[in-house]
């Protein structure tokens, strides 16, 4: 589920999903959930025996690829490592009583899954995912299918509800990617697929770019959408109520991560001709922002949108950033008691390797993560 997607694409309904097997389902407060992302290329930055399992309801790890044949990559981004790697993360996570999901996809594998869900290969791929999820030591699958076109809805729903009999017992969910105001519309096979779903999280992060009629804008504003600057959290979870799927099944997404704005663009709302999104996921963490962009005097906070930034009045930092975007304890709190008000269960975290300051000592590495859950009440 990497975060750099281009939003020319949302015309189509970009989609993951995610489901566990007969292993008992998570503990958490009234069934809330806190679920983070882990992925092999960040490694390094929180090795495994650093995560703080305390704050997590479920961690996805990532990523094994989907081939067109209905077989599975298992490199983990880390080549013949991964499968070590992988079922190390599993065990910790059933010692610590969290649940450990298998991401399978994300950017990049739309041929895949198209040619594996097929009518050809979907047995053969469901039977490959089974087994291994099962030989990794893992409780479910997190099926990151990007995009799903209109034509991939059919052979989407298709790969759930045979999932969902392979796993009738497993915990079933499903992350995508939030409608806007220019694009309003969500499939009616959310509404249709909900009833086969514990979980459904809309991924409300890196919501904005130098996009045609569009003014800067936030990351992941809670509010605020116009015709300018047209997503928020409200707008993406009003448009899957819309599509009839209910709200305790609904969860929203937390980056941990900022986007990096180039001069002229020093704040939210301002023309973006001559600049653009210049570093992103994975190139500034929220470490890496508190650690080299922040100071007291260039921060700021949008009441509107219910989120902080930063301005520079010059280009700032290895990336040269005018305005950063990114989320704090305040703009998390927001979304929790936000979320809780309107009856959503749970959140994602990406990645939450980019949350972990390793400077920090032991127990003190991942405030934020331990505010996400706090904030959403898991």
């Known amino acids: 589920m990497r975060a750099k997607r281009s939003w020319a694409s949302l015309v189509f309904v970009i989609v993951a999903a995610t489901i566990a097997s007969s292993s008992p389902a998570p503990v958490s ?6 679920t983070g992302y882990y992925v092999g290329y960040e490694r390094d930055t929180m090795p495994p025996d650093e995560i703080e399992w305390n704050a997590l309801t479920h961690i996805v790890v990532g990523t094994a690829l989907p081939r067109k044949n209905g077989t ?3 490199g983990f981004d880390l080549g013949a490592d991964g499968p070590a790697f992988a079922r190390d993360v599993a065990e910790r996570a059933h010692v610590n009583k969290v ?3 298998l991401m399978i996809g994300g950017a990049g594998t739309h041929d895949g899954f198209k040619g594996a869900a097929s009518k050809r290969h979907r047995k053969k791929f469901v039977r490959n995912l089974v087994a291994t999820m099962n030989d990794l030591g893992f409780d479910g699958l997190d099926l990151d299918w990007e995009p799903i076109t209109n034509k991939d809805v059919k052979p989407f729903s298709a790969l759930v509800s045979s999932l969902r009999t392979a796993l009738p017992a497993g915990v079933l969910t499903a992350p995508v990617i939030p409608p806007t105001l220019t694009f309003p519309d969500v499939s009616s096979v959310f509404g249709q697929v909900a ?3 514990d979980q459904l999280n ?3 992060y890196n919501m904005e770019g130098a996009y045609e009629g569009w003014k800067s804008w936030h990351s992941s504003a809670l509010d605020g959408a116009t015709t300018e600057t047209p997503s928020s959290v409200a707008v993406g979870v009003s448009s899957f109520l819309a599509a009839g799927v209910p709200a305790s099944k609904l969860g929203v997404g937390i980056g941990f991560f900022g986007d990096c704005w180039s001069a002229p663009v020093t704040g ?4 973006i001709r001559g600049a653009n999104i210049v570093a992103t996921d994975s190139e500034v963490s929220t470490t890496t922002i508190a650690s080299t962009y922040y100071d007291a005097a260039s921060a700021r906070f949008d009441d509107v949108a219910q989120v902080p930034y930063l301005s520079f009045a010059a280009p700032k930092g290895p ?8 989320e704090d304890e305040s703009s998390i709190a927001a979304k929790g008691k936000w979320a809780r008000d309107h009856g959503l269960s749970g959140a994602i975290v990406w990645t939450i390797n980019q949350g972990h300051d390793r400077s ?7 405030a934020l993560l331990r505010k996400a859950r706090a904030a959403f009440g898991a």
């Open 29 to 34: 407060a009234a069934g809330r959930w806190l």
């Open 72 to 74: 599975i990559d298992t």
């Open 99 to 101: 649940v450990p999901i």
């Open 195 to 197: 009833q086969q779903l």
């Open 202 to 204: 809309v991924m409300t």
């Open 268 to 271: 939210p709302r301002q023309d």
């Open 319 to 326: 990336r040269g950033c005018s305005y950063i975007s990114y």
């Open 360 to 366: 920090a000592v032991p127990g003190q590495r991942d």
